[in-house]
């Protein structure tokens, strides 16, 4: 009797409001480095680029300010953090 009169009400407000119950949260830390991309995997920035540039060769500094890209291991556990990316 519950479920039914919940199910009524929730058709009321929304058409799939009982199959989007709960909501799932991203990671707070995973939004802010990673950016998802068309194919499916996620890409991001390397770190230590932007100061304490003297004591870096050319080609670290060069290699440090290409994008990583998420490897195959990595992109499901990716999909669980963000899973609306």
């Known amino acids: 009797m519950f479920l039914s009169r919940l199910v009524t009400t929730a058709k ?3 058409t799939s409001a ?5 909501k799932l949260k991203t990671h707070s830390g995973t939004k802010k480095r990673w950016r998802a991309i068309s194919n499916g995997k ?3 920035a390397h770190a230590a680029h932007a100061h ?3 004591t870096k060769r050319p080609g670290r500094k060069n290699s440090l300010c290409q994008t ?6 990595q992109t499901p556990t990716l999909k669980k953090l963000m899973p609306y990316a």
Not at 18 to 22: A, D, K, Q, Y
Not at 68 to 73: C, D, F, I, Q, R
């Open 12 to 14: 009321q407000f929304s």
């Open 18 to 22: 009982i199959t989007s119950f709960p």
């Open 42 to 44: 996620f890409k991001r």
């Open 52 to 54: 304490l540039n003297v």
């Open 68 to 73: 990583a890209y998420s490897s195959g291991a």
